[in-house]
């Protein structure tokens, strides 16, 4: 059973940081892609936040260029957010995002999200 697990959530103060994980486990594919989603407010759409493919490149939200970086190896399955310099508005729930592939046959996988909460 595949099991993409999340941590680093929490509540900080705004100009704060917070360093998420992902890692994925229990399944015999190839990940092509990880990323970071949040939830659209005022409805059940997600956007990304960051993602990494296996060649390496990366792509933000404009919002968060600049404040946000992502990184990891796909080989081990493992992706991370920094995020620095956290404003209220990125309060929200952040969920890792995995496309993989097994053969020729495409996956898709989300973690459970973990909430982040940017306050004073």
């Known amino acids: 059973q595949v099991r993409v697990v999340e941590s680093g959530g929490g509540l900080v103060q705004p100009g704060g940081s917070l360093r998420l994980s992902c890692t994925v486990s229990g399944g015999v594919f190839r990940l092509y892609d990880m990323g970071w989603y949040r939830q659209i407010p005022g409805g059940n759409q997600r956007e990304v936040v960051a993602?990494?493919?296996?060649?390496?490149?990366?792509n933000y939200l404009d919002f968060v260029k600049g404040r946000f970086t992502i990184s990891g190896d796909l080989t081990k399955n493992t992706v991370y957010l920094q995020m620095n310099n956290l404003k209220p508005e990125d309060t929200d729930i952040y969920y890792c995002?995995?496309?993989?592939?097994?053969?020729?046959?495409?996956?898709?996988?989300w973690g459970q999200g973990t909430q982040v909460t940017v306050s004073s």
């Open positions: 993602a990494l493919s296996d060649d390496g490149y990366t």
């Open positions: 995002h995995v496309n993989a592939r097994r053969g020729t046959i495409p996956l898709e996988y």
